[in-house]
């Protein structure tokens, strides 16, 4: 989150913290405003080492991940996974009333979205994504599996519901956003329909599943101080289709080269432009999902709304036209690294 009104007292997190771990007596604990599920938390210790804290209030239980990352970084040397730090008693999440907390290396660096990436940074990505989906998925037990659900269905749902009632209390950019999901609810009535067909047509695909990180954005992506990448966040981890991540980078200026790169260290990889087009459409159906329930549901104050306001625009109205030219560039860019596999 952009700003911490999570109501944690942050003394009681920092007392918790201590009983809970042994990484030496934490003596401060700041806010940091990143991310969009969650609040982020630098400790610093009496000796003055730096820990990155993360206070999630979510139904999902993080520890499968977590414990899958942690295994992966110290067992099979995917040092570019950067693993939670265990509590006292072994455990990955740690609760502190409704929230799960996870430790993990404070990193000194920035993610790529903070600054420019580079066709350098592109290329160490893009071996680094091969490599993950390389991994042999009988080495992790228990992630959830890829059914091409979507699960922002009810929530948008829900939202346009709302938009109904008489509200003259909401604040303006609610009213703003009210006026735009009443101009949009019959495309996105149409597009959740839609999802379904998609849905049913890659269940009887014969897929292959790789373990897939959810969504390798580059805000999930830190560069350190060394240049060294190190890939964070890893709630949404599951088995699924290479395009489940791949997807994430089809907009990035350097994405032919990305393919080029990834085939190297992924020979036998096979794309379906079904399964892309799924992934983008559900990415901006999670945005408008997001930033609408902040919106309507939410009890943030003006500056966390306008950030929901501000990012809910470039999804709302449905980027259909830019969805499609996505898909055409996927196709070309996978023609011209010839990789013949795609479909």
Request: glycine share 4%.
């Amino acid at each position: 989150m952009k700003v911490d009104n999570s109501t944690i007292h942050r003394s009681d997190l920092l007392a918790f913290i201590n009983q809970s771990y042994s990484i030496g007596e934490g003596v401060k604990i700041e806010f940091i405003p990143k991310g969009e599920e969650g609040y982020c938390y630098s400790l610093e210790t009496k000796t003055g080492e730096q820990y990155f804290v993360k206070a999630i209030k979510t139904e999902m239980d993080l520890s499968t991940a977590l414990s899958a990352i942690h295994y992966l970084h110290f067992h099979e040397k995917k040092t570019y996974l950067l693993p939670p730090i265990l509590s006292k008693s072994g455990d990955v999440v740690v609760h502190f009333g409704p929230y799960q907390v996870s430790i993990f290396p404070y990193i000194k660096g920035k993610s790529i979205y903070e600054d420019k990436i580079t066709l350098a940074d592109t290329v160490k990505i893009a071996k680094m994504m091969a490599d993950f989906h390389r991994i042999d998925i009988h080495k992790i037990d228990g992630l959830s599996q890829e059914q091409f659900a979507n699960p922002f269905e009810k929530n948008i749902l829900a939202i346009l519901h709302t938009i109904e009632e008489n509200d003259n209390a909401a604040h303006t950019y609610r009213q703003q956003a009210k006026e735009l999901f009443a101009k949009e609810q019959e495309d996105l009535r149409v597009t959740l329909n839609q999802m379904k067909i998609i849905q049913n047509h890659l269940q009887a695909l014969p897929l292959k599943y790789s373990i897939t990180h959810g969504d390798p954005n580059t805000a999930n992506i830190i560069r350190d101080e060394k240049g060294f990448l190190h890939l964070i966040d890893f709630g949404w981890l599951a088995y699924g289709p290479v395009e489940r991540d791949v997807f994430s980078f089809t907009d990035n200026d350097f994405f032919q080269p990305f393919l080029l790169e990834y085939v190297k260290h992924h020979h036998d990889v096979e794309f379906h432009i079904e399964v892309f087009k799924f992934y983008l459409y559900r990415w901006a159906l999670q945005e408008i999902s997001d930033y609408g329930s902040q919106l309507f549901f939410g009890s943030t104050g003006d500056e966390e709304n306008e950030h929901a306001w501000n990012e809910l625009q470039p999804y709302l109205p449905i980027p259909h036209k830019d969805i499609a030219k996505s898909l055409i560039n996927i196709r070309r860019s996978c023609l011209n690294v010839k990789i013949e596999k795609i479909r």
